[in-house]
């Protein structure tokens, strides 16, 4: 399981929503293996008065926070934020510095889905790689 939040000023963050989601869900898919139907993405796009951010940072300054199961190697995380880092440079030209990720892991037992906790619930792909 993937959630997926992504912060960033309106006006930069609402015309790439859909690219970019693209851009972290094939990220996610190769580097945990993970179904190509299973996309869970949520965005936050914020007035400039709710978002403060560093000097140096640029409007273009994006937050992703992904939440899963715990299970997944370093090196398969580590490769999940070079993807994101590499992919999401190329093709919206966001620079690193103005792009964060948060990988969040919990049991699954704390998490609720389609009425049972996650460590009763049925998958089809792998948590442990």
Known sequence: MAQIKIYGLKEKL???KQE???IIHSCVVEAFEYPVEKRFHR???LERED???PE???DAYTVIEISIFEGRSISAK???MNLLYQQINEVLEIRTIDLEITIFETPKHNWGIRGVPGDELVLNYKVEL
Do not use: D, T, V
Request: hydrophobic share 40%.
């Open 14 to 16: 609402n015309p790439i």
């Open 20 to 22: 970019l989601s693209n």
């Open 43 to 45: 965005f936050f796009p």
């Open 51 to 53: 978002f403060y951010f």
């Open 56 to 58: 140096e940072r640029s």
């Open 78 to 80: 580590k490769n999940l």
